[in-house]
């Protein structure tokens, strides 16, 4: 949301104390914001005020293949239309090692303080795609154990 006519410290001014992404629980202010890496509402981490933003998250549908992959979308200098502000890149590294290496080498030069938030989204993604693939790896298994449970009782039947 940084335009070409206002500071970002202008936007964070007038977007701080009332903005859709702020969430209040027992007292602590959240932001939900795409770009803020660590969900805290402050200026250093807003994802509207930034120019220089990064947002990390799992693909919106995974398609086959696909599982396990992360999407890095960065802002771009789109001051007049907010909806393509940030422009979405899927990552098809393996491992979480090479991710975490291409998430600090897109952040070295514009936000170094931001490295570590971020390798710490992409190494919580990683997991959550792993706890994902075992259950439903389980679910796969236990539906294979049921088929196969009918089949023998329908052969005992017969």
Request: proline share 4%; glycine share 4%; charged share 20%.
């Amino acid at each position: 949301m940084a335009s070409a006519n206002a500071s970002p410290a202008l936007i964070w001014n007038l977007t701080k104390k009332w903005n859709a992404s702020l969430r209040t629980h027992i007292g602590t202010t959240f932001s939900t914001e795409q770009g803020n890496l660590r969900n805290i509402h402050s200026r250093v981490f807003s994802g509207y005020a930034n120019p220089a933003t990064l947002a990390i998250s799992a693909p919106a549908a995974p398609k086959k293949g696909q599982f396990g992959h992360i999407q890095i979308a960065t802002k771009r200098r789109v001051h007049n239309a907010p909806a393509r502000q940030y422009a979405a890149v899927v990552a098809k590294n393996k491992t979480i090692r090479h991710n975490a290496q291409a998430v600090a080498h897109m952040l070295e030069f514009t936000a170094p303080h931001l490295i570590e938030a971020a390798q710490a989204r992409v190494s919580q993604l990683a997991l959550t795609h792993r706890r994902r693939a075992i259950r439903i790896h389980k679910a796969q298994v236990q539906a294979a154990k049921a088929k196969a449970r009918k089949a023998r009782v329908a052969a005992r039947q017969a």
